[in-house]
């Protein structure tokens, strides 16, 4: 049987580098601070919808939220091996929580019609809160199998898929249409395909072309142009979705961030204790001594 | 968007006839916030033959528990719970319903945010209930969800003003446990479970479990490593640390990722919380997402090859030096003592 899989992917801040002056007075981050990079649990999503595809056949489409920035994601999504890749992009996106989040993609995914499975990373690094994908499953009303490590089986309708609970694991069967979350573990995403990567890196969204065009007229011309060779990346705005404003970005997020405070961490000054073996012989004596040990 | 109810809802997990920890912490916490909130402390408990769990949850304090049985409700699964409990909250409006942030808890609390459009903070390292003035307007007994913030040395308040229902998770052993002086039996309300076809999507075929074997979270030494470590190599070392002393072996999150240790093993915001008596903490620079997890620690002995890391903040003792040499220095000299 084809399988039809949606991903969705999110570019991140890499949050290996992260300095004090990327934090905004409200505890927002400055995110144009940082050098974006592809979400790694949302990379090995990607990779499994492909290996899916690849023994079954069907389609695979990426999708991301996110600001221009993120054209440079979904191409990498093109080298890696997806079908069609999409950015749903408006400023009235800006700071969504997962739950403006969840319903902006939910409409984007219903949008793009029937599908079989809906892929996602486990978390994304940037706030770590594994929320978005349940909460897409549920406006779709679909089921969803989160913490998966392992597909092992598709076929008549149904997958068998191995996730991870607290203290072991379970094997669960499904009907489609289904979400999956998964884990770093299930799978190492293939590296970029050299020809894939020649053919496709002038791929570009709407609001690339947008700075090349001087005109609506030349902008609509490029897209076409883009379009005819296989190069436009599909560019959808709120509008686009029918999106009401008061339920994305920020108007249409519950969680506020009330206040942040900088943690003075209890520098009450510590004992400097000198690297040898005679200053960490007396500590240890003196440790030894409050019956620390044994 | 104040749904004038006062109700704190706890989702009750259990595994084999017995209340996770981390629920029997969140009833400790829950007591605290319904009592401040001047309203019941009410569990949610799902499942088959759950007296047991019942008495449990009673004796940590819930007033009452609604409580939902049925051969089919015995394990976990999303579709089943999600959709009683979203019925629950639809129809009753608690104020605020508090979960585990365990792979059951943050499988199910989105769904439920997802489908009231409630407002939901992951991983909170403290609860609070108090008065907030949000864009020039008054709210009074607001959930107060406190969490390490994104990058820096930074703690933020989360608040859902406009929500009707706040919703928060909290990891294992974030919450002191602390059962009633004098536990009186609540009040069970039983619900009635209707199977209905979409339950069935997704089957258990197969369900393998152990019990945590970990004894991290009791432990009285614990010697945790960091990036800083920087090899597998160096990171045995630690865990010989570890044995000659007693210690139990754990890791930052870098750590985790750098695949020098298990993600059980992890201390912090996402990972365990601790509270031994001494911490040895080697190569962790000290982001406030993994001190989050080891403050509460007795004494702290911080190693760290750059002086000016925030572990050296917050520890007791601090040796600036690489952390292979000063481990060796500490493992034979300690060697030499016992003799």
């Known amino acids: 049987m084809a399988c039809n899989s949606i991903v969705m992917v999110k570019q991140v801040p890499d949050t290996s580098n992260i300095s004090g002056e990327v934090m905004r007075p409200d505890g927002t981050v400055n995110r144009a601070k940082l050098p974006a990079v592809f979400n790694p649990d949302d990379k090995v999503a990607l990779e499994l919808a492909l290996e899916l595809r690849d023994r079954f056949g069907g389609k695979v489409t990426a999708i991301t939220m996110g600001p221009a920035k993120a054209g440079e994601l979904l191409r990498e999504c093109l080298y890696m091996g997806a079908d069609e890749v999409y950015l749903i992009t408006d400023r009235n996106f800006g700071g969504a929580d997962t739950l403006a989040t969840s319903y902006t993609l939910s409409k984007a995914i219903e949008k793009l019609g029937s599908y079989d499975l809906i892929f996602a990373g486990r978390q994304a690094i940037d706030g770590d809160t594994a929320q978005v994908g349940p909460q897409t499953a549920e406006k779709l009303h679909i089921p969803q199998i989160t913490y998966a490590e392992k597909i092992i089986d598709l076929k008549a309708g149904k997958i068998l898929v191995k996730r991870r609970i607290d203290g072991g694991y379970e094997i669960l069967e499904s009907s489609l249409p289904l979400l999956i979350t998964v884990l770093k573990e299930a799978a190492t995403p293939r590296p970029f395909k050299a020809r894939r990567l020649m053919s496709l890196k002038k791929a570009r969204t709407r609001l690339e072309l947008e700075k090349e065009a001087s005109s609506p007229e030349e902008l609509e011309k490029l897209i076409a142009d883009y379009a005819s060779k296989g190069l436009y990346i599909p560019t959808w705005s709120r509008e686009d979705l029918g999106i009401e404003l008061e339920r994305c970005g920020i108007e249409g997020s519950p969680t506020k961030v009330h206040k942040v405070e900088s943690v003075v961490l209890s520098s009450e000054g510590h004992e400097q204790i000198p690297p040898t073996a005679e200053g960490i012989g007396n500590l240890l004596d003196s440790l030894i001594g409050e019956h620390f040990f044994g | ?339």
């Open chain 2, 1 to 339: 968007m104040d749904n004038g109810s006062r109700e704190v809802w706890v989702f009750i997990e259990h595994h084999s006839g017995r209340p996770a920890d981390v629920s029997l912490e969140l009833l400790t916490k829950g007591r605290k916030l319904a009592e401040k909130l001047r309203g019941p402390l009410k569990g949610i408990l799902i499942g088959h033959e759950v007296d047991a769990v019942a008495k449990e949850a009673f004796r940590f304090g819930a007033d009452e528990l609604l409580v939902v049985e049925h051969p089919d409700l015995r394990d976990y699964r999303t579709l089943p719970y999600s959709r009683i409990l979203c019925e629950l909250v639809e129809e009753r409006q608690p104020r605020v319903i508090l979960y585990g942030a365990t792979f059951i808890g943050r499988d199910l609390a989105p769904r439920i945010a997802s489908n009231s459009a409630s407002g939901l903070t992951a991983d909170c390292t403290d609860l609070q209930i108090g008065d907030v003035t949000w864009k020039k307007q008054q709210y009074q007994d607001l959930l107060l969800q406190i969490r390490p913030a994104f990058g820096g040395n930074i703690v933020a308040t989360i608040i859902t003003p406009d929500a009707k229902v706040q919703m928060a998770t909290v990891r294992e052993g974030v919450m002191e446990m602390v059962p009633l002086e004098a536990p009186c039996d609540g009040k069970i309300t039983k619900i009635l479970y209707e199977p209905k076809a979409a339950d069935q999507l997704v089957r258990i075929v197969e369900r393998h479990r152990e019990e945590k074997r970990s004894n991290l979270k009791g432990a009285s030494i614990v010697v945790a490593g960091g990036y800083g470590v920087g090899s597998k190599k160096t990171f045995d070392m630690l865990r010989e640390l570890a044995a000659v002393i007693g210690a139990e072996i754990a890791g930052s999150r870098a750590a985790v990722d750098a695949g020098f240790i298990s993600r059980e093993q992890q201390v912090g915001q996402t990972g365990l919380t601790v509270r031994p008596k001494l911490y040895i903490a080697c190569g962790i620079s000290g982001a406030i997402q993994h001190v989050a997890g080891m403050q509460d620690a007795n004494r702290i002995i911080a190693i760290n090859s750059d002086p000016d890391a925030p572990i050296f903040d917050v520890c007791h003792y601090g040796i600036v030096g690489d952390v292979a040499s000063v481990i060796s220095i500490f493992t034979e000299t300690y060697k030499k003592k016992l003799k």
